[in-house]
């Protein structure tokens, strides 16, 4: 019987963000405050000859994971790689990282490397950095909570505060990071929009969250439709950064969110990336 490994990451809902430029992959990544969220990807390992990565998502797989694919062949291990998500990829809740915590979980364990969760979450941080699919998202998802990282890279400063209330979301469409994070003029916006301290609570997060989307000129025209709706019920809502979606928090916002696709009903997550399984 061959041998797999079975891990899950939470996924992450930024909602503002500054990116800081470091020396290398290490230092560099961004500020600013997210949600570590009970959904995410939960990745199954196996050893085999040639390394292949099979992205599984509502019964539907496609093939292949460039920043997955770049930590393997990094750590010079060869495996066969499925990840499951519910969530969409591409659309802000941080995927692209939770698959790297988690597939590098796996394998930690399948292979016997003796990695410590930092040095795992330093590949996974360097790969994600290096492919543009993220720059704050690994730092977040090592543990749970609504953070608020005020260094970047896997070592800077984190405070986590763990409200109990739920969060919802709704998804418009896939942003890839990588092309708002290659913008100069884009990336100039969201340094000027960046308000300078962390949040209270879920509600002043969605605030604070909500001032910086407007300042940074990233709303779409689908999402502003969702945030209108959102204000004239009174309920906090911002936009997921970096995807075409809205997260909102508070009564009335799973019904306001209804109108415009399906709701994930999302938790705080308590824990980051853990592993789950090793069989046999
Ligand atoms: N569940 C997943 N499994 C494997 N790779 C993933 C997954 N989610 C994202 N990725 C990788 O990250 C890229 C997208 O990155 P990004 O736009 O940052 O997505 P997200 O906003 O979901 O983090 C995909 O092209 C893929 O290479
Ligand atoms: C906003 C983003 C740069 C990308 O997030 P995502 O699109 O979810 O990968 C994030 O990593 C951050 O630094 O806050």
């Known amino acids: 019987m061959v041998r797999t490994a079975v891990a899950f990451s939470p996924?992450?809902?930024?909602?503002?963000?500054?990116?800081?430029?470091?020396?290398?992959?290490?230092?560099?990544?961004?500020?600013?405050?997210?949600v570590?969220?009970?959904?995410?990807?939960?990745?199954?390992?196996?050893?085999?000859?040639?390394?292949g990565v099979r992205v599984v998502r509502q019964g539907h797989a496609s093939?292949?994971?460039?920043?997955?694919?770049?930590?393997?062949?990094?750590?010079?291990?060869?495996?066969?790689?499925?990840?499951?998500c519910r969530l969409p990829i591409g659309a802000g809740f941080g995927l692209s990282a939770a698959a790297l915590l988690a597939t590098l979980t796996a394998i930690?364990?399948?292979?016997?490397?003796?990695?410590?969760?930092?040095?795992?979450?330093?590949?996974?941080h360097e790969a994600e950095v290096l492919h543009r699919t993220g720059l704050g998202d690994v730092a977040a998802s090592m543990s749970g909570g609504i953070v608020c990282r005020t260094g970047a890279g896997i070592h800077g400063d984190i405070t986590r505060i763990y409200p109990q209330e739920p969060l919802y979301a709704v998804s418009l469409g896939a942003l890839p990071t990588a092309s708002?994070?290659?913008?100069?003029?884009?990336?100039?916006?969201?340094?000027?929009?960046?308000?300078?301290?962390?949040?209270?609570?879920?509600?002043?997060?969605?605030l604070l969250s909500r001032g910086f989307a407007e300042k940074s000129g990233l709303i779409a025209p689908e999402v502003r439709?969702?945030?209108?709706?959102?204000?004239?019920?009174?309920?906090?809502?911002?936009?997921?950064?970096?995807?075409?979606?809205?997260?909102?928090?508070?009564?009335?916002?799973?019904?306001?969110l209804s109108l415009f696709?399906?709701?994930?009903?999302?938790?705080?997550?308590?824990?980051?990336?853990?592993?789950?399984?090793?069989?046999?």
Do not use: W
Request: hydrophobic share 40%; glycine share 10%; proline share 6%.
């Open 36 to 51: 570590v969220i009970s959904e995410g990807v939960r990745s199954t390992v196996e050893e085999a000859r040639e390394t």
């Open 63 to 84: 093939a292949g994971s460039p920043p997955v694919e770049y930590a393997l062949e990094r750590l010079g291990i060869t495996a066969r790689v499925t990840t499951e």
């Open 108 to 124: 930690n364990r399948l292979f016997e490397l003796g990695l410590s969760p930092d040095e795992v979450a330093a590949r996974a």
């Open 225 to 256: 439709q969702v945030l209108v709706a959102c204000d004239a019920e009174r309920v906090p809502a911002s936009m997921t950064m970096l995807g075409n979606g809205v997260f909102a928090a508070g009564d009335g916002a799973e019904q306001v």
């Open 11 to 34: 996924g992450h809902i930024s909602g503002y963000f500054r990116r800081v430029e470091g020396i290398g992959p290490e230092d560099t990544g961004s500020v600013g405050a997210g």
């Open 180 to 206: 708002v994070l290659s913008s100069p003029a884009a990336m100039a916006r969201i340094a000027a929009a960046f308000p300078d301290r962390c949040p209270r609570d879920l509600p002043d997060f969605c």
């Open 261 to 280: 696709g399906e709701v994930y009903r999302l938790r705080v997550a308590r824990r980051g990336a853990y592993l789950i399984e090793v069989k046999p």
